[in-house]
């Protein structure tokens, strides 16, 4: 059943026509389950007004249009910051954000998976203790402290907290434990600096799960709406404009809505689409495993 | 001060850059999370009431606590359901998304797409998307992944099967297979991108070597796929946990998020967080144990 292919030599192990279609059906019957809220979304943006309040809700569209899109866009056209601003302001922080804590958490994951100094163990105990902690337990506390740093209403309040957040050493750190002693030994003998070592062995053998980092906090940052940190309207991110718009009418705007949210599903998926190949595929290399 | 760090013996510079590298992240850590960590367990053992001129907490000692354990008729049930969702829930979403991952590791036409699928209920689920359907359209107020399911199940298939002529009772059972299914799918996929780059990982040459001497793939996914996979299956479980536990449709983090921002009560709010984080540390640590020395480590 599990095809087994091997880079050298292709050994196949033989799987029949029958458990070709079998494996494919099931994969995209898996594969619509995961499809349809997106699928579900594409649809009630191109529905005309009279098929979105159409009640139950038809699963197809009879009469599709792209009036959602272009009221969308009209809608924005009035607002006295252009939409162009909120989608820069978005890209900013998410990218911004993402690099931040993808450097530091894999600069932080290096020694604490090959060095050895005292209080290691304690550090990465402390780390797995934060992965549980809830955000709810410091979310008072954190406002009351960035009201004291003077960063409420600024894209710091939205960027700093990710230097210190811990999903992503986690996941550096098991990943750079695995990687060979040996070629870390073998950077020493030439001489290498601990930076050098870091920038031209770690972090490029690393790149899998960075990119995974990248692509949950580029997720991440591009759907948060900080309601609570930004209140200046240049300062918004794109997720708050569009709920601004569609919430100046909930049931007219419904289509809009849709729209909004096809919009802003589109750059997560490509940032996926473009990453994923080398999330699972650049860990097969050869000096590595 | 330089030669003396020049003069230094291999071992304490090594030591030495360790504490340089981590330093940024330790700072971020301490500030942001460190210390309202902190605060908030000071808040736990306090009746915080807002004035004028912002917070104003009274030490009450144990009281909130107390209260939480012994007084509050949702909170140790809440907790004990969550529980039990997390014990049936996670080993389903593990094993599902191993099955998935290995049948996404097989080369295929449109693998690439098919796994950017699997990956869309995160993209999305954590987005707005919900948001605006849940909120704005259908203005149910509900929230989180899990909830989410249903109102797909409510308003898409339902029709659909109605229109199909099924009886009720058949909708019903149909209604809550999906939703299972629909369940699983939402929450599995950070899980199925980590086991496949758990499966990418494992070098080609033990199937080589073990399809000459004869292993069937059957075998060869228990002898080697499996124990291979363990460090990633333990990084799955820990990951899964804290998902299921840290989740926002959690009923548990519902109560801790409305005590604190509808009933204004932010210090019995912490000391909640703070005796769920507890329990959560807890469990984890028994089940860390427990699966610590069965984790197979490549030898190289």
Redesign the interface.
Known sequence: MFKITTKKSGIKARRSLAGNIAIFGFVAVLGLFSAFPFLFAIITALKPIDELLQFPPRLIVMRPTLNNFTDLFQLASNMWVPLSRYILNTAFISILGTVLHVLFAAMAAYPLAKHKFPGRNILFSIIVMALMFVPQVTFIPQFVLMSQLDIVNSYAALILPWIGASLGLFLMKQFIEQLPDAILEAARIDGASEFKTFFSIIWPNSTPAIMTVVIFQFINLWNSAPKELIFSESLKVFRMALEQIVAGDPIARMGAGAAAAVILMIPPIIVFILLQRKVVETMTFAGIK | MIRQLRALPYTK???L???L??L??????????A???F??LL?SFQNLEMTPE??RGVFIGWDNFEYALFKDPAFIREVTNSFVNMLYGVPLILVYSLF?A???????RGR?F???????????A????????KE??F?QGMRGGAE?VYL?TG??I???L?ELGLGAQLIEIFNNVISR??DL??RS??QV??F??G???????L??AS?IEGA???E??WKI?LPMLT?MML?NI?YTI?DT??DYGNSV?LM??NT?FSQVR?GY??AL??L??LL??VF?GAVYMLLKKRIVY?Q?
């Open positions: 510079k090594k030591e850059y360790g504490f590298f981590v940024p992240w330790i700072l971020g850590f301490i500030l942001f999370f210390k309202p960590l605060t908030s808040y912002g917070l998935v290995v049948l996404l590791k097989n080369k295929f690439g098919m796994r950017a699928v699997s990956f869309l209920p995160v993209i999305i954590s987005g707005v998307l919900m948001q605006i359907l704005d359209v203005s989410s797909f308003a898409g339902n029709g659909i109605n299914i629909f799918t939402w996929g950070v991108l980590l496949l780059a499966l990418h990982a494992i070098p080609g040459y199937y080589e399809s069937r793939p059957w060869q996914f796929t460090p990084l820990v804290i536990f840290t983090i801790i998020y604190a932010f709010s912490s967080a703070w769920y984080c959560i540390a984890l490549m190289d």
